[in-house]
């Protein structure tokens, strides 16, 4: 599949995606409720990773300092770590991945009830750090 039609269908599951969450959601549909629902599924987010080092112990963090020095963009992206040590287990990543589809369902929610379009939200990001690479400081 060429890189043209990735992105087309990639466009399509996203409105798709969002067109859907506009026909089920009714009990969170204020405003409010979609701000405050992103918030906890980020902290769900958050917790399941947490419980992945302290519960599961599939993945552990060691954090240290990222020390870059004077160096150079691209030597800074080489030497900056994660910090996470392991690989996530399967247990764990299903119970992320569903905080997260839950965080993209309450985002997409938001999309619509202030009339964005999350595939044009995604494609300007991709242009944006396509054409800045590293130099977009993420
Ligand atoms: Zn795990």
């Known amino acids: 599949m060429d890189t043209k039609n990735k992105v087309n269908q990639n466009d399509t599951i996203c409105d798709n995606f969002q067109n859907q969450v506009s026909l089920v959601l009714i009990r ?3 405003m409010l409720d979609i701000m405050t629902k992103l918030d906890e599924y980020n902290a769900r987010i958050n917790r399941a990773i947490a419980k992945s ?3 599961c112990g599939c993945i552990s963090i ?3 300092k990222q020390d870059f020095g004077n160096d150079s963009f691209e030597n800074m992206q080489k030497k ?3 910090h996470v040590e392991g690989k996530i287990c399967e247990n764990c990543k299903d119970i992320l991945e569903e905080e997260m589809g839950s965080y993209m369902f309450y985002l997409a929610s938001l999309c619509n009830t202030l009339g964005m379009d999350l ?3 995604l494609e300007k990001e991709y242009d944006r750090i396509k054409t800045l690479g590293i130099y977009s400081l993420k």
């Open 62 to 64: 060691n954090a240290t």
């Open 80 to 82: 900056a770590e994660t």
């Open 119 to 121: 595939s044009d939200i």
């Open 53 to 55: 080092v302290t519960y």
């Open 28 to 30: 969170h549909k204020s």
